[in-house]
């Protein structure tokens, strides 16, 4: 069974950029779309991006477009989000999640994953 482990959040200053990483422990993403979620104090989960790890695919939220980029190193079986432009709005947990199989419409879904990580903080200071 795929576990998903993330790293790389932390406290910036606005304006200022992260990245963080989701890494497979226990086998491969092949055949997974692997995204991030985001949840503030007090809001529901949403979708931040998502990438098919066969075709490279990439699935934006809208508000997020050309500050954030998702990319993957298959080799290193690991995603990456780098995160420019941050804004104290963007601090919350960020989620790494991964399923297989998932149809276009079905990625920006919470629920259509299976797998999900334990989350790593980010704080956007203004």
């Known amino acids: 069974q795929v576990q998903l482990v993330e790293s790389g959040g932390g406290l910036v200053t606005a304006g200022g950029s992260l990245k963080l990483s989701c890494a497979a422990s226990g086998g491969t993403f092949s055949t997974y779309v692997v995204g991030w979620f985001r949840q503030a104090p007090g809001k529901e989960r949403e979708f931040v991006a998502a990438i098919t790890w066969s075709a490279g695919r990439t699935y934006y939220a809208d508000s997020l477009k050309g500050r954030f980029t998702i990319s993957r190193d298959t080799a290193k079986n690991t995603q990456y989000l780098q995160m420019d432009s941050l804004k104290p709005e963007d601090t919350a947990l960020y989620y790494c999640?991964?399923?297989?199989?998932?149809?276009?419409?079905?990625?920006?879904?919470?629920?259509?994953?299976?797998?999900w990580g334990q989350g790593t903080q980010v704080t956007v200071s203004s």
């Open positions: 999640a991964a399923s297989r199989n998932l149809y276009s419409g079905s990625v920006y879904n919470a629920r259509s994953y299976a797998l």
